[in-house]
């Protein structure tokens, strides 16, 4: 549900808001408080040491004050002392309060939209306040008023209404794919032969359809037909979904409400399908939702097993509760018990470093199993500085929505740090290649390498596994799968 739809122009001095909005605004702020206890506590034990304030890559990349996210959480908890607090309603502001104006909301939305939920700054917080959730509650409240933005609530409806983000209905979204299926053949020679919709098949594979629809993610997709071609004679049993056709949840950006709606067609098609498990492909916030909110929102899935890798044997214990595994995981199983072929050397044109996505980091954990894999695929791996990866990773600048192309000087901005320390490999080693698991990572790092870092390309963990893979029936490869030559084919 978006209430108070509406055209509107955050650069107009009138934003249409209904007459009543001061008091949507209390009462959703109230049973927000009453509601999520978490988000009551970070509005009360906020010191303001500081430590976060430059953690934030918006800070670090505009350099203003209220993008540290002690500032911006303080736009909100001023007018929380002013309507929920005794000392704020008795002293004002000497306590640090500020009634809620039109002024104030606008401010709130200039910043709020600054945050891309990346979660870095809780990282150093010594009370584990979470801004993310701050930003979420603002986000929600936002919402309330029709003050969501159209790169996120379009993608939100056509979701609800197709399946997947981009609206694409399923005879088209199968068409992509048999368009892959044909592009892979002209390069290998080998036809795979993926299923939609196969009941009694023994896993569902779900990723965002950025990888089906936008390139560079196209090859990704390329990618993950090949493997699952390739393990077919193995006892994989995989099918897609032509109706649940998204892993990505923009509802993450909207509300609780939403993001629990678009989440729960997964295991609805799951149960459908008579499926035992799901695995999942290469998605950011996609992830921070399966990992830390599906088991509660849309569970117990006690429809499907826990999952066990029909390949090897080994069960993810760490998918116990949501019955969902990671492609990086199962790749990088095949590749621990030797179930994969590869030709490293096809590779050797590239020099890699690694963008830890910011959800599947700090939101999940998965810090070497993505590192296993480029390892095992390539040749010529670089991390770049610690305090810039893994848990302490800096974002791309374009999360939560904020990946629109008239927000292009902002993105740039706010990806600075992260450019800066590819910048650092690529002068030291010579990175030429930017890997990542996350569709908005490989929609916008793109554009962020081509103005801070020229010559350094962006791709896919399972595009890279792919181009290395030998296909059983192959012909010699000579190109990878964006028809670019491989190492040693050039002329």
């Known amino acids: 549900h978006l209430p108070h739809a509406r055209p509107w122009n955050p650069l107009e001095e009138d934003w249409k808001l209904p007459d009543n909005w001061k008091e949507i605004v209390h009462n959703a702020f109230r049973e927000r408080l009453d509601k999520f206890r978490s988000f009551k506590v970070f509005m009360d ?26 500032l911006r959480a303080e736009l909100l908890r001023s007018v929380y002392r002013n ?21 104030v909301l606008k401010e709130w939305w200039y910043y709020f939209f600054q945050c891309t939920e990346c979660r870095r700054c809780s990282v150093f917080c010594p009370y584990g306040i979470d801004t993310a959730e701050i930003t979420i509650m603002a986000r929600e409240i936002f919402n309330l008023l029709g003050l969501n933005i159209d790169w996120i609530a379009t993608p939100v409806a056509n979701c609800y209404r197709t399946g997947n983000h981009l609206g694409i209905q399923p005879h088209a979204f199968k068409e992509m794919i048999e368009f892959f299926v044909d592009d892979i053949e002209e390069k290998t020679g080998v036809k795979v032969d993926p299923t939609f919709n196969k009941k009694g098949a023994d896993i569902l594979f ?41 892993g990505g949840n923009f509802g993450f950006f909207t509300s609780h409400e939403m993001m629990k709606r678009l989440n729960s067609k997964m295991y609805a098609e799951a149960k459908r399908l008579g499926v035992k498990w799901i695995l999942g492909g290469e998605c950011g916030h996609m992830w ?56 490293k050397s096809r590779n050797d044109n590239l020099i890699v470093t690694y963008h830890d996505s910011c959800n599947p980091a700090r939101g999940m954990g998965l810090f070497d199993e993505p590192r296993y894999v480029i390892n095992s695929v390539c040749n010529h791996f670089h991390d770049m500085p610690r305090n810039t990866i893994r848990e302490q990773t800096f974002c791309c600048g374009s999360g ?86 491989l190492s040693g084919m050039e002329e």
């Open 45 to 70: 034990i906020c010191v303001r040491c500081g430590a976060c304030a430059d953690k934030c890559h918006f800070f670090i990349g505009t350099g203003d004050p209220k993008n540290m996210p002690v």
């Open 83 to 103: 309507d929920f607090t005794a000392a704020g309603k008795i002293l004002g502001t000497v306590a640090g309060a500020r009634e809620l104006t039109l002024d």
């Open 206 to 246: 779900v990723t965002p359809s950025g990888d089906v629809f936008a390139d560079p993610g196209t090859y990704t997709a390329m990618g993950y037909l090949m493997l699952f071609h390739y393990l077919k004679d193995q006892g994989l049993n995989v099918t897609w979904s032509t109706y649940a056709s998204e």
């Open 288 to 343: 921070r939702v399966i990992n830390q909110y599906m088991d509660t929102m849309n569970g117990p899935a006690d429809f499907l097993e826990e999952p066990v890798s029909p390949i090897t044997g080994t069960k993810f214990t760490n998918a116990k509760s949501t019955k969902m595994v990671h492609i990086s995981e199962f790749t990088a199983d095949l590749l621990y018990h030797n179930k994969l072929k590869f030709d």
């Open 400 to 485: 939560s929505g904020l990946n629109a192309g008239e927000d292009m000087e902002l993105r740039l901005c706010g990806g600075l740090p992260r450019a800066n320390a590819v910048k650092h490999v690529h002068e030291k080693f010579g990175v030429n290649m930017l890997a990542t698991i996350c569709a908005i990572d490989r929609a916008v790092l793109p554009p962020l390498m081509d103005y801070w870092v020229p010559g350094v390309g962006v791709t896919g963990l399972t595009e890279m596994v792919a181009n290395a893979l030998i296909m059983p029936g192959e012909m010699e490869r000579t190109t990878n799968l964006r028809g670019e030559p």
